[in-house]
Every structure is written in structure tokens, then in C-alpha cells.
């Protein structure tokens, strides 16, 4: 659904954001001592909290008034040292010859984050990608989702035309068909001490808008199209069943009820590989990882029927910020969702009120805990762990231990890694200062062994593609992400 251009004259910020206003202790180690003296306790710039409010383990701030700062634009807080961009050199785009690519606009995937009209208010943005991070202490990640940000909805008209995905950034990407390249897709932060961080994009079937439902045939041109599903098959193409797990109706009949949520995917077997320009900032880590997921390692296509492998969900019964677990607003079924903050320090927001309207942002910054640990909005429901119990658990090998939503001497123990989803389809890359070309082939992508084994990797159910950070700072560009093939 289309949405409305804001009035004309909405800027954004500069891209380097907040590094005039952010004391050099937080461009070096992202925290400072807290009180006078050295205490030997730690916290971050507050700055940087009203910059990033879903600040690992930290409460967002709050105004005078109780109610908490939510930030009005996309902001990109210095990382490291904080050393200022000098941008890319010209890229080199001889590279291109001998590939074709995924067509571009409704019948085709090939992202480039521009802008899709001509009205001066639009901004650009990312359709349907998300952010993460390992949850290390006091390390953020950006930007949000473009949703989050009423500065990119003022008056309620919005500066996008797509339902969610993440804010692009102005920045001069590879140009290399004679068109203006001005937006980029930047994903920055840290300091990461687990795992690291990084952005995520599902690859849906649109149903509806190259054709009407799955069970329709794909249209001439578009070659990354699922097989169509026969009316009431139980299965689709590629083994996953069409329905959830069947559970006893009131009469005790077995009904296998719709999935809550997408199992739509790409068949990507007409194609080579992915490809995608990608740079880093002067102070972000020179390696990336690029991973794939399919129905063998997904958790997202495992949803609601876990045929390849099976889904784990971590939970915490108390706060990483050390606040109470506090009730908060009530659910759809009117109980109260517990949450991580205090209500002395200031106000919750309700996730009905206009301040914090969007569920994911709500949850990311006041997060889930206690008694609602194991819960989700009613806008992205989870059957398989919603009012399941966070229950501290340790593995066998006792390899590995935390809180996971099962419910002890009903369910299933948490999978072990030999069992487990998201043990993606992955590969490295180095990053330079400069824009740089990458083509992938599929032959060049294999799984870290931390999760299920596949036979193989399906190139026919391929559902996911993220760019991963190492542990350190992340400051990462990417630019006209799509498939690609060889020229015969």
C-alpha cells in the first residue's frame, strides 16, 4: 500500500549524526565511569541513549515530563574513534561485464534503496530488512525501522512508500548505469563482544503482486519464482506442509490451522549466485559475513511445523538494564505485559499511544521479561513458544545453559545444536574503503556447524539473506543487492 509523501522540505541529518555532540570517551570504548572519581562502574554517554533508546541493557531516557525520547530521525553515532568519512573513490564498473542480474521493480528483486518518485520529501528505504545485534552490554546497532521514527512521518504522513523495512542513508553508492546513486543501505555500531550484529532481509513470494495466490503459475519474466501449490496439497514444492501443526478442534477433530506468519521463499536455481557493491567506514571492521538460509536451516520456514530442524527461542526472566520487571500494558487478552523498566524514573508508554506506536520498537526498547518473557505482539504472534514458561536449562554435554520458553514435563527439551535452525549458508568477505563489487556463487557458501546439518543447500527454498558483523565496531555500506548469472 502506497503511503503519503511528507510536505516538502523534510531533511534528514548528515550522516555522520551525532559525532559533534558525543564526547570522545564514547567514540572510544562507548561508555564512561559513572560518579566522581573512578568508581569502577560503567555507563554509556547519555547522548548516545537518546540517539539509540534500545541501547543494550540500558532504559531509554526520559524527559522532563516522564516521557521517553524517542529520536525524530535515523541517526548513525560515531564508532571506534570516530574518524570522519572521506567517502569512496570512483567505482570501478568494468567489473560488471559478463553478469546479468534480477530485474528490478514489482516483477523482479534488485534492491538499490532509491527513491521510487520524484516528490523532493520522499526518503529512501529498505523494504522488508531488519537489524539485530548479540545483546553485549551497552553496544547498539542502527538504524531502526523507518516506522520508529516520527520525524519520517510528520503529521502522520509518511516519507516512505512501503509498509516497514529499514531507513536508507544518503550516501553516494556506485553508480554505474548513468544514474544518480544517493541512497545506501548503512548498518552501524557496537561494540560487540559475542557474536556481532547485522541486517536481514526475508525473501517473500508477493503474492498479489505478481500473481494472485500461490497456487497460481509464476508470469513470464519471473524466474525466481516458486513452483504453484496444488489446491489443497498438504505438502509445497519443496516438502514444507501448507498449514501449521494439527491440533484437536472442539468436537476432537484434527485441524491443521493456517500459519500466523509467511513461509514464502525464492527458487533461486536459475541463478549463480547473489551479488551486491559493499564498503566500510574508517573505523568499522574490514570483514563481513554473508549468509543464506533455507528450508533445511531457517527457523522462519520451520515455524508452526519444524520439518527440517527444529526452532530454539532464548528468553530472560530479568532485566539486562538491572530494572524491575515491571507490568506494564495489557495484552490482547488483557493481561498485563511484563516489562523492563522503572516506573519511578519515569513513564511507559503504552503501546496503544501515539508515542511509541509500533510494537517491535516498543519491545526493543522496554524488552519482555519475567512472566512475559516467552510472549509476543499480536502483530507477529508465535505459536510455538507464546505462554511458554522461560525455564533455565542445561544441555547434556553441559557445553551450553541459559533460559529458553519450554515448558518442563510437557514439551520437548531445547534442541541441541545437532538438531537446531540457523546454522545458515554462509561466506566472508573483506571490506574496503571503497565501493567494491562482490558476485557470490552458491558453491562459495557453506554452514558453520553450530546447528542441523543439511544434505545440501535447496537452492529452491531459499528464504533469507543477511549481512553479519564480527565482534568489534560495525560500520558497513551495501548497494544494489539482487541475484546474478553468468552471461552465456
Known sequence: MLRRPPPIGLRRPGRLGLSASLPLIVLLVGESCDGPGNSGKTSPDPGLVEAVPWLNGVLPAHDATGQTIVPQLPMYPPVGLG????????ANCSVLDGYEFAPGGPMGWFDTFELTTTDPGETGVAQGWSSYDDLTKFAFHTPGDATWYPGLSPGGVKSFYAPWG?????FPGPACDGKPNDWVLHFKGGLFRKW?????????????????????????GV?????????????????LPTA???TKDDTGKLVAPPYLQSHDFFDVSKYDGVAFWARRGPDGQNQSFVILTDKFTSGRLAR???????????????????APCT???????GKPVYRCFDPTAGQLPAMQASQIPVASQLDLMFPRCGPSACTSPSSYQDRDFDDKACTRYTFPAADESGEFCYDPGK??????RDDRCQDGWTTTIELTPDWKFYALPWSQFGQGGFGKKAPYMDLKSIDTIAFGATMGWADAYFDNVTLYRRKK
Open 83 to 90: 574518524l570522519p568519512d572521506p567517502g569512496s573513490r570512483p
Open 166 to 170: 529499514l531507513p536508507a542513508d544518503r
Open 196 to 220: 556481532g550484529g547485522g541486517i536481514s532481509h526475508a525473501l517473500t513470494d508477493p503474492v498479489g503482486r505478481y500473481r494472485p495466490s500461490p497456487s497460481d503459475p509464476c508470469p513470464p
Open 223 to 239: 524466474d525466481f519464482c516458486p513452483a504453484p501449490i496444488a489446491a489443497d496439497a498438504p505438502f509445497d514444492s519443496v516438502g
Open 244 to 246: 501449521g501443526i494439527p
Open 304 to 322: 508452526e511445523n519444524q520439518t527440517f530442524c527444529r526452532r530454539v527461542r532464548e528468553c530472560h526472566t530479568m532485566c539486562l538494564s538491572g
Open 327 to 333: 507490568p506494564g500494558e495489557p495484552d490482547m487478552n
Open 411 to 416: 514439551d520437548q527439551p531445547p534442541p541441541s
